[in-house]
Every structure is written in structure tokens, then in C-alpha cells.
């Protein structure tokens, strides 16, 4: 692949893996009692009339996630830990690693602090897929995001929707959920032999 289009494609991912996890439930459980261990995800994402498949592995009460998609016909994944995200592309074996969002919003553990710079409220449980999810609303005062809403089943995220400033939407919905697998450890860690991306 040529250079520009590596260029292209990870900005593609950048913009993709902000809406995604900017936002989102990342980091482990204050309280491990309630909540899974490990859970193997399906999701469809949907954004400007198009949508995509991913799957979520996610580890350790969530204090490692790694989330695996295709963009523009080629593999990637993005693993989440509690400082950084790191981007990978299988097409070109190449990986680039950042320091996460400060927007991130662990919703499994919720600061007053928190609750008031986004005006998080949670109007109860309802059942999605057959599982009792909490959910909750926050509101945002940057330039694209308005609001979003979270379906919360025992810290995994089933459902997500962001609504934008434009009152366009994107909607991150649970197909299938695995809970407490066993997942092999490599998932969370770049294959040998790539090359950190600048």
C-alpha cells in the first residue's frame, strides 16, 4: 500500500476510533462483584447511512479491550488499556499507539466530578437482548457531539448511540454477546514484527 493511502487509511480509523471510544465505558469496574470478567462482543456499527461488523474482546473486568473491524477492506483492531490506545493494521503490519481521550466517561464508575461537567442521568434499566442494562444519558459542550445514550450490562457496553451537534447519529448496537470466555492474551498485544506507524 502506498504511503498516502496508509495515510488515508488511518485517519479513516482515527475519526472512527474517536467516535467510538472518546466517549465510551473503557476502563475496569470499581466494584468487581457485579461485573463480567471477559465477554466477546458482536456489534454493528452504523454512521451516515452505511454500517460495519465488529467484535469487542474484552478482558479483565475491562481494564484491556480489543476491538477488531475492517475499514476499506482491510483488518484492523484497537486495543484500549487504561492509558493509551494502540491502532493496528494487519494489511500493511503496522501499529500506532496514542494516549486515550480525556473524554473518556467510565460509566461503572461515576465521580460527582464527572456527573456534572456531563450532566449524566440514569433513568433506570431496561432490557435489551434479553439482559438487564442500566442506562445512561450524557450531554456534551464540544463542537460535534450533543448527547449519547449507553445500554450498560455488567460494565459491557451493548448499546451506544451519539447524537451530533447536526442531529445526525451514530449507533453502536450488540448483536451477540459471550459472556466470561476464555481469551488468549495475545488478542491485547501487537503480533511480533510490526512496525510503529508515525
Same mark, same amino acid.
Given at each position: +500500500?502506498?504511503?498516502?493511502?496508509?495515510?488515508? &487509511?488511518?485517519?479513516?480509523?482515527? !475519526?472512527?476510533?474517536?467516535?467510538?471510544?472518546?466517549?465510551?465505558?473503557?476502563? &475496569?469496574?470499581?466494584?468487581?462483584?457485579?461485573?463480567?470478567?471477559?465477554?466477546?462482543?458482536?456489534?454493528?456499527?452504523? !454512521?451516515?447511512?452505511?454500517? +460495519?461488523?465488529?467484535?469487542?474482546?474484552?478482558?479483565?473486568?475491562?481494564?484491556?479491550?480489543?476491538?477488531?473491524?475492517?475499514?476499506?477492506?482491510?483488518? $484492523? &483492531?484497537?486495543?484500549?488499556?487504561?492509558?493509551?490506545?494502540?491502532?493496528?493494521?494487519?494489511?500493511?503490519?503496522?501499529?500506532?499507539?496514542? &494516549?486515550?481521550?480525556?473524554?473518556?466517561?467510565?460509566?461503572?464508575?461515576?465521580?460527582?466530578?464527572?456527573?456534572?461537567?456531563?450532566?449524566?442521568?440514569?433513568?433506570?434499566?431496561?432490557?435489551? +437482548?434479553?439482559?438487564?442494562?442500566?442506562?445512561? @444519558?450524557?450531554?456534551?459542550? @464540544?463542537?460535534?457531539?450533543?448527547? +449519547?445514550?449507553?445500554?450498560?450490562?455488567?460494565?459491557?457496553?451493548?448499546?451506544?448511540? !451519539?447524537?451530533?451537534?447536526?442531529?445526525?447519529?451514530?449507533?453502536? !448496537?450488540?448483536? $451477540?454477546?459471550?459472556?466470561?470466555?476464555?481469551?488468549?492474551?495475545?488478542?491485547?498485544?501487537?503480533?511480533?514484527?510490526?512496525?510503529? $506507524?508515525?
Amino acid at each position: +500500500m502506498k504511503k498516502e493511502n496508509c495515510r488515508y &487509511a488511518f485517519r479513516i480509523v482515527g !475519526i472512527f476510533v474517536l467516535m467510538l471510544l472518546s466517549t465510551a465505558s473503557l476502563f &475496569a469496574q470499581k466494584n468487581k462483584k457485579d461485573g463480567l470478567k471477559t465477554a466477546i462482543v458482536n456489534y454493528n456499527y452504523s !454512521i451516515d447511512g452505511k454500517s +460495519m461488523e465488529m467484535v469487542l474482546y474484552y478482558g479483565d473486568y475491562g481494564n484491556i479491550q480489543c476491538f477488531k473491524y475492517d475499514v476499506e477492506g482491510l483488518p $484492523y &483492531a484497537t486495543i484500549v488499556s487504561h492509558d493509551s490506545i494502540v491502532e493496528i493494521n494487519y494489511g500493511i503490519q503496522a501499529y500506532r499507539k496514542y &494516549a486515550k481521550s480525556p473524554l473518556d466517561i467510565n460509566f461503572n464508575y461515576l465521580t460527582p466530578a464527572v456527573i456534572k461537567k456531563f450532566e449524566i442521568k440514569s433513568p433506570g434499566t431496561v432490557d435489551f +437482548m434479553d439482559k438487564a442494562c442500566t442506562i445512561f @444519558n450524557a450531554k456534551f459542550k @464540544n463542537e460535534e457531539i450533543q448527547e +449519547m445514550l449507553v445500554w450498560l450490562f455488567r460494565g459491557v457496553e451493548l448499546r451506544r448511540q !451519539i447524537i451530533y451537534k447536526d442531529n445526525s447519529k451514530t449507533d453502536l !448496537i450488540a448483536t $451477540y454477546i459471550e459472556e466470561n470466555p476464555e481469551i488468549s492474551e495475545h488478542t491485547f498485544n501487537v503480533p511480533n514484527g510490526f512496525q510503529r $506507524y508515525k
